[in-house]
């Protein structure tokens, strides 16, 4: 409902009022008592700091990532039932890595490392990792093969049986096969949403509708804001109709010495009909 109003709305002003109207509306109703939260449970991890949370809705249960405290070293993934906080299965990790951006599948998580090194020039390649959700036994480990990707810099989506990865030094997307645990496609730019039969995905200002072989049917470039720093930011789909955000940020330079004189930003919210890829 917000994105509708924000696509409906002529100028940036008529956004920012908007917006600002629906965090006044929020604030209300947390001083008003309408948003109140009691706690059912808690669970403690004296040794280690929580990185990551997601909930498995399927088995009940609330899985948890941790980072290593710079006296431990090492850190772990827990599986918590949602009822009582019991810990159903725990995972250890290597000494100084943690798990990093955690991805739900049907029966497997998944999920890459966050390296804790203590020597600071090492470099460690950041691979897929999966392991089984019933009790936390590894299942595979999956590292690119081509040298100019570096390693995974994150995991951006589960669908089926594939896991889409962001490279960490090529920034581009890659469709991983969780049953051969090889590299299915490839394209550049980011994953924004998964469809039914494929996939969204952005590249700077452009948007593209992706089949389930990375091949793009559709797509569409926003003609606005037009500057090379503009990349899409948030993106929901409802119903037939996808809202989105694109912002920009740019500098003016001064004319004697070429330096920053000020910093610029701007945002701009679309409607984009999910089917025919039209502006709305």
Same mark, same amino acid.
């Given at each position: /409902?917000?994105?509708?109003? &924000? ?5 940036? @002003? ?29 669970? @403690? ?22 980072? !290593? ?7 772990? +993934? ?7 906080? #019991?810990?159903?299965?725990?995972? !250890? ?26 020597? /600071? ?9 999966? +392991? ?8 595979? #480990?999956?590292? !690119?093969?081509?040298? $100019? $990707?570096?390693?995974?810099?994150? +995991? ?20 991983? =096969?969780? #049953? ?19 996939? &969204? ?17 559709? #797509? ?18 409802? =119903?037939?109709?996808?809202? &989105? ?36």
């Amino acid at each position: /409902e917000l994105y509708g109003l &924000l696509a409906k709305a002529k100028t940036t @002003a008529e956004q920012s009022k908007i917006l600002n109207n629906y965090r006044g509306g929020l604030e209300a109703a947390d001083r008003e008592g309408q948003i109140n939260l009691q706690e059912v449970w808690q669970a @403690a991890f004296a040794d280690e700091h929580v990185q990551d949370v997601l909930i498995d809705s399927k088995r009940g249960q609330l899985i948890v990532s941790t980072s !290593p405290r710079e006296e431990v070293k090492r850190a772990g +993934i827990y599986a918590l039932d949602l009822k009582d906080g #019991k810990q159903c299965w725990s995972a !250890p990790m290597k000494k100084n890595q943690s798990a990093f951006i955690m991805r739900l599948g049907e029966s497997a998580m998944f999920f890459t490392t966050d390296s804790h090194s203590e020597n /600071e020039d090492h470099y460690r390649q950041k691979s897929v990792y999966a +392991i089984d959700l019933e009790n936390g036994q590894s299942l595979w #480990k999956w590292l !690119p093969e081509n040298e $100019d $990707d570096g390693g995974v810099e994150r +995991i951006e989506g589960v669908s089926d049986s594939l896991v889409l990865a962001k490279s960490e030094w090529s920034s581009r997307l890659l469709a991983l =096969n969780t #049953k051969t645990q090889k590299e299915a496609w490839r394209t550049n730019g980011s994953l924004q949403a998964i469809l039914d039969d494929g996939f &969204l995905v952005s590249n700077k200002r452009e948007l593209l509708w992706l089949d389930k072989n990375g091949l793009v049917q559709k #797509k569409v470039k926003f003609p606005f804001p037009k500057k090379n720093e503009s990349h899409i930011n948030n993106l929901f789909v409802l =119903n037939d109709v996808i809202y &989105l955000s694109v912002y920009a940020f740019w500098h003016t330079y001064t004319k004697k010495d070429f330096s920053v004189s000020k910093d610029h930003s701007q945002v701009v919210f679309y409607a984009v009909g999910r089917y025919d890829a039209k502006v709305r």
